[in-house]
């Protein structure tokens, strides 16, 4: 294809959006299954995009961007808070009366972080990583989204790894983290 590659952050943007949207799809839909396994593809999301930023993209971040320690340490301390409330969700389930406030409060959390995200570090990491760096950052991405499709098929079923990500967040967030770090080795992106 012609044209400039797509960088890491790119790729980030596109799932910002993509998060925003899905939490307004879990929000709108009444009980049942269809909101639960919308639920889980938010899950699968937000973990495949949180878990690569964390391995791949606030490391080079944390080093190569001004004041690089502060924007993502406070970054991190949201992530941290966003996967426990996520876990709450989660074990509260779909149905309880009280889901859809809860889902509102962690969609607007999510929705700041990636707004601070956007303006503190993507921007900077533009201005001072490589193009050449940024390009090769993407592909850890997508390795992540490799392993944790988030639509599968219609009618086939629920997919092999739609299965083996399914289930509660911080497990689904170690899977993709393992997922994540083999494809760095077999890389050597730092
Ligand atoms: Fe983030
Ligand atoms: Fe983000």
Known sequence: MAGKQQDVVDVLLDQHSQIKSLFSR?????????????????????????????EVVH??????IDSGEQVV???RKEEDQAKRELAQLYDMGVDHPEFNAKLAKLSEAVAQHADREEAEEFRSLRQQVPQEQL????????AAEQTAPTRPHPHSGES???????????????????????????????
Not at 32 to 51: I, P, S, Y
Not at 135 to 142: C, K, N
Not at 162 to 187: C, H, K, M, S, Y
Request: cysteine-free; aromatic content about 4%.
């Open 59 to 64: 490391p080079v971040a944390r080093r190569r």
């Open 160 to 190: 092999a790894p739609a299965n083996l990500l399914a289930g509660p967040p911080l497990a689904v967030f170690d899977r993709i983290r393992d997922a994540v770090r083999d494809w760095r080795e077999t890389q050597r992106v730092r």
């Open 26 to 54: 879990v929000a709108s839909e009444p009980k049942g299954t269809q909101k639960r396994e919308l639920f889980q593809d938010l899950v699968r999301l937000l973990a495949v995009h949180e878990t690569a930023e964390e």
């Open 135 to 142: 390009v090769r950052m993407a592909g850890a991405v997508r």
């Open 73 to 75: 340490d406070s970054r």
